[in-house]
């Protein structure tokens, strides 16, 4: 399984960005999946995250504000930021049969297929 994130970049407050994920050996449809992020000193956040019978949360600080979807024909999902804060600077994660909690480390773990990471700065 192999995923890739694309669309990061360096933002101005209450500017928009949307991120892709392409996935290889691994259907977004019918799975569970999500978008993560880490910042500086931060923990491993769940930013939202989707499960096989299309039931979708979203972090508290991001609802209403983000927005996931998914392109099935393509196998890419997407995930759309508005209004974006300072504190949404990060690297953001796309990831296949994650977690559904909050984690020490992106980078490092153990549940479920990750991409590289793409990074977001606002400011």
């Known amino acids: 399984v192999q995923l890739v994130e694309s669309g990061g970049g360096s933002v101005q407050a209450g500017g928009s960005l949307r991120l892709s994920c392409a996935a290889s050996?691994?259907?977004?449809?019918?799975?569970?999946w999500g978008w993560y992020r880490q910042g500086p000193g931060r923990k491993c956040e769940v930013v939202s995250r989707?499960?096989?019978?299309?039931?979708?949360n979203y972090a508290g600080s991001v609802k209403g504000r983000f927005t996931i979807s998914q392109d099935v024909p393509k196998n890419l999902v997407y995930l759309q930021m508005n209004d974006l804060k300072p504190e949404d600077t990060a690297v953001y994660y796309c990831?296949?049969?994650?977690?559904?909690?909050?984690?020490?480390?992106?980078?490092?773990?153990?549940?479920?297929?990750w991409g590289q990471g793409t990074q977001v700065t606002v400011s």
């Open positions: 990831a296949a049969e994650g977690p559904s909690w909050d984690s020490e480390s992106c980078v490092n773990s153990e549940i479920g297929y």
């Open positions: 050996g691994f259907r977004f449809d019918g799975s569970d």
């Open positions: 989707t499960t096989s019978d299309s039931s979708t």
